[in-house]
T-cell receptor, first 113, second 113 residues
Framework: GEDVEQSLFLSVREGDSSVINCTYTDSSSTYLYWYKQEPGAGLQLLTYIFSNMDMKQDQRLTVLLNKKDKHLSLRIADTQTGDSAIYFCAESSASGGSYIPTFGRGTSLIVHP | EPEVTQTPSHQVTQMGQEVILRCVPISNHLYFYWYRQILGQKVEFLVSFYNNEISEKSEIFDDQFSVERPDGSNFTLKIRSTKLEDSAMYFC???????????FGSGTQLSVL
């Protein structure tokens, strides 16, 4: 079945860039997502990218997709303490027409002053 | 922004007891989902629900689990006889179309003692 892997922790200094990486196995993935979870809150969709794109930028967020290597990354520029959260990578495909996202374990981003 | 609401935020139960986790999806949404996350593990898909019936379910969603949309606004997950390994954070999600943005609730932390 589909699998999504990401590292569990990332620690950065405030003002630096953060890069969170993710790999996935489903070659038919159509959409790839980044979700953010703050303490006590639900999963908030940050951004997503279609599989026919290789980059998407949205303010401080840059998503890079290497479809050949099945590698997705999220870069957060000028990381702030408010960016501290768990970031989940997810992918979905048109399998059965359901587009049900498959998630990784989440990467805990810790931003220190 | 509209929200998916889940209650309770925490539920403690004894092994073997029945629990019902409640969700109020966003009002014009048609597709409903339950996911769970065991501590330190991946966010796992349990079940999807559309047009008053289950459209897809994972291997985790066995006979002990059931879902219901009793009144057109609530969407519930019932676990008939809880086991220790059912302890997890349970997330409800909804969306307006099968390939639209998925909105998550803040989760119910279920602890089975």
């Amino acid at each position: 079945g589909e699998d999504v892997e990401q590292s569990l922790f990332l620690s950065v200094r405030e003002g630096d860039s953060s890069v969170i990486n993710c790999t996935y196995t489903d070659s038919s993935s159509t959409y790839l997502y980044w979700y953010k979870q703050e303490p006590g809150a639900g999963l908030q969709l940050l951004t997503y990218i279609f599989s026919n794109m290789d980059m998407k930028q949205d303010q401080r967020l840059t998503v890079l997709l290497n479809k050949k290597d099945k590698h997705l990354s999220l870069r957060i520029a000028d990381t702030q303490t408010g960016d501290s959260a768990i970031y989940f990578c997810a992918e979905s495909s048109a399998s059965g027409g359901s587009y049900i996202p498959t998630f990784g374990r989440g990467t805990s981003l810790i931003v220190h002053p | 922004e509209p929200e998916v609401t889940q209650t309770p935020s925490h539920q403690v139960t004894q092994m073997g007891q029945e629990v019902i986790l409640r969700c109020v999806p966003i009002s014009n949404h048609l597709y409903f989902y339950w996911y769970r996350q065991i501590l330190g593990q991946k966010v796992e898909f349990l079940v999807s629900f559309y047009n008053n019936e289950i459209s897809e379910k994972s291997e985790i969603f066995d006979d002990q689990f059931s879902v219901e949309r009793p009144d057109g606004s609530n969407f519930t997950l019932k676990i008939r006889s809880t086991k220790l390994e059912d302890s997890a954070m349970y997330f409800c999600a909804s969306r307006s179309g099968v390939n639209e943005k998925l909105f998550f609730g803040s989760g119910t932390q279920l602890s089975v003692l």
